[in-house]
T-cell receptor, first 113, second 117 residues
Framework: DSGVTQTPKHLITATGQRVTLRCSPR?????VYWYQQSLDQGLQFLIQ???????AKGNILERFSAQQFPDLHSELNLSSLELGDSALYFC????????????FGDGTRLSIL | AQTVTQSQPEMSVQEAETVTLSCTYD???????LFWYKQPPSRQMILVIR??????QNATENRFSVNFQKAAKSFSLKISDSQLGDAAMYFC??????????????FGQGTRLTINP
């Protein structure tokens, strides 16, 4: 158990819809990262938050947004969903410090029908 | 931008044997961190081993060790005494030092490891 909690584990929805993925980091971790794992793109970094502030952005679509709340949990919002958004979405967290590894949650499997 | 390449999409090894997974990366940075993550069928991403670029000594974690060649930008993972539970997708990952920012992981495409009993 990594200590990172992601909900829901599975999500099935239709094109054009909007969903919210939730992540609770490990106790004490201030940084939260979101990654997308798809068959064609592999594992890609989406966005990082540190103590409530956006720190780094990757190949995140404009239809996607995220935030980190005062209690440090984070949400990834995906809107106007397309078939190509079907993927496994991971959240990871780490303590401050570049050498500290990121610990991953179990992921949310998003299926767009 | 940094890139990570794993040139072996699939590997197989007999149980109890040794296997080496390859990883190369491209960067202009002198300080960085390298990781190997394991993703079993359960889909979890599990940290296997990490290496700081400023350390010349290769990292070791029980049956897992790395061969870090900084000049060649190579970071291979050696698994000794392979066990059935080692069967998984293995990802090599790069991370910039970045302080409190720019700490994203850049992943390779992965190598699927099969253990034959």
């Amino acid at each position: 158990d990594s200590g990172v909690t992601q909900t829901p584990k599975h999500l099935i929805t239709a094109t054009g819809q909007r969903v919210t993925l939730r992540c609770s980091p490990r106790s004490g971790d201030l940084s939260v990262y979101w990654y997308q794992q798809s068959l064609d793109q592999g594992l890609q970094f989406l966005i990082q938050y540190y103590n409530g502030e956006e720190r780094a952005k990757g190949n995140i679509l404009e239809r996607f947004s995220a935030q980190q709340f005062p209690d440090l949990h984070s949400e990834l919002n995906l809107s106007s969903l397309e078939l190509g958004d079907s993927a496994l979405y991971f959240c990871a967290s780490s303590v401050t410090g570049a050498v500290q590894p990121q610990h991953f949650g179990d992921g949310t499997r998003l299926s767009i029908l | 931008a940094q890139t990570v390449t794993q040139s072996q999409p699939e590997m197989s090894v007999q149980e109890a044997e040794t296997v080496t997974l390859s990883c190369t990366y491209d960067t202009s940075e002198s300080d960085y961190y390298l990781f190997w993550y394991k993703q079993p069928p359960s889909r979890q991403m599990i940290l296997v081993i990490r290496q700081e670029a400023y350390k010349q000594q290769n990292a070791t974690e029980n049956r897992f060790s790395v061969n870090f060649q900084k000049a060649a930008k190579s970071f291979s993972l050696k698994i000794s005494d392979s066990q059935l539970g080692d069967a998984a997708m293995y990802f090599c990952a790069y991370r910039s030092p970045g302080g409190q920012g720019a700490q994203k992981l850049v992943f390779g495409q992965g190598t699927r490891l099969t253990i034959n009993p």
